[in-house]
């Protein structure tokens, strides 16, 4: 299942003489919940509620980046390395 969001981007202390906009909007789809899984990365890192929000969203948009666009080189180069960092961060399942 697909899920869908809009992700906006403000500058929140623009340069001298630039007054506070929109830096990106876009729309995109992750195959997983960031609301269902925001509470699990926060307790499994143990890192602020800011942070952790931070982490899951770069984390999840290049995940659904590099599944995207496997056929692009750079893509095809990081792959390997995102799963590395994956099985780091995903906890470990019990065996049933």
Not at 17 to 29: A, I, K, P, R
Not at 44 to 54: F, H, I, N, T, W
Not at 84 to 92: C, D, F, N, T, Y
């Amino acid at each position: 299942m697909n899920n869908s969001y809009r992700i906006s981007v403000v500058e929140t202390h623009p340069q001298q003489n630039e007054h506070t906009q929109e830096v990106m909007l876009f729309d995109t789809t992750l195959h997983d919940s960031l609301t269902e899984l925001l509470p699990k990365v926060s307790a499994g890192l143990g890192l602020s509620a800011e942070k952790s929000q931070a982490f899951l969203l770069g984390l999840k948009l290049l995940g659904e980046v590099i599944m995207t666009e496997r056929s692009h080189p750079t893509m095809r180069e990081l792959a390997p390395h995102f799963r590395a960092m994956m099985q780091v961060v995903k906890p470990k399942r019990p065996m049933r």
